[in-house]
């Protein structure tokens, strides 16, 4: 009987450690921190930005339209509490990590011909706990790199499906999991790389210390965090 529904127990039971890990952290984290501030008052006047809106500061505020609406909702949503946000955090890390297991099922099957799903768990929980994802839990600006993850692990699930079951749905798929990955993350370079403006080089070659040095200048910008 447990043999039979080892497929069903092994991913509740992966989620299961994951919420028990990460929960503690989120419960404990200090809340809005550091670009929280300046991101989601940003998100709230401008929930979709443009691709000539790039904010005051670069750095903070690339073009990266799905990341700031997930702000816009949230704040709508939970107002200021930052519990609420980071729980959001942690649930799109929790369904990368489903993802990531079902890749690694795939890949068994595909080069060994049987899958062991307990193994896959056990890997796909290490892979969960490692220290440099508790970032997504404690820091509500990263969820950029959240729904990055979240979006990559799916387009890789379903190209691994796609190589088996050529049709074009999956395929559309792939290519709308790796838009939504796109418009989720920034740039290396603080920006797209359709969107260049000589007139910010200065911006640009500082890159994101300068950028921060300027932003620490302007006294009072936690204060106007503007929630209501």
């Known amino acids: 009987m447990l ?14 450690a994951v919420a028990v890990y990460y929960l503690p952290k ?6 809005f921190v550091a670009d929280d ?21 670069l750095y903070f ?17 939970a107002g200021t ?9 942690l649930a799109m890390f929790m369904v990368s990590v489903l993802l990531f297991y079902a890749i690694l099922l795939r890949l068994q099957s595909d080069l060994t011909g049987h899958r062991t799903p307990v193994v896959a768990g056990v890997v796909a929980l290490l892979y969960a706990v490692h220290a440099g994802h508790s970032f997504h839990m404690v820091w509500i600006a990263h969820r950029t790199e959240t729904m990055m993850l979240l979006f990559y692990s799916g387009a890789v699930w379903l190209t691994l499906r796609f190589i088996r079951n050529r049709d074009m749905t999956t395929y559309g798929l792939i290519l709308l999991f790796f838009l939504l990955r796109e418009i989720a993350v920034q ?42």
């Open 61 to 77: 505020v690339p073009f990266r339209p799905l990341f700031m609406l997930s702000l816009y909702v949230n704040h709508l949503i």
């Open 187 to 228: 740039g290396d370079d603080r920006k797209p790389f359709f969107q260049k403006n000589p007139g910010r080089g200065e911006a640009d070659a500082a890159g994101g210390a300068g950028d921060q040095r300027r932003l620490h200048a302007r006294p009072g910008i936690e204060k106007r965090f503007a929630f209501s």
């Open 26 to 31: 989120v419960l404990t984290a200090p809340g």
């Open 3 to 16: 043999r039979r529904n080892v497929h069903r127990i092994v991913p509740s039971a992966l989620l299961l």
């Open 81 to 89: 509490n930052a519990t609420v946000y980071l729980v959001v955090n």
């Open 37 to 57: 501030f300046y991101l989601i008052t940003h998100a709230i006047s401008h929930p979709l930005p443009s691709l000539a809106d790039s904010g005051d500061y």
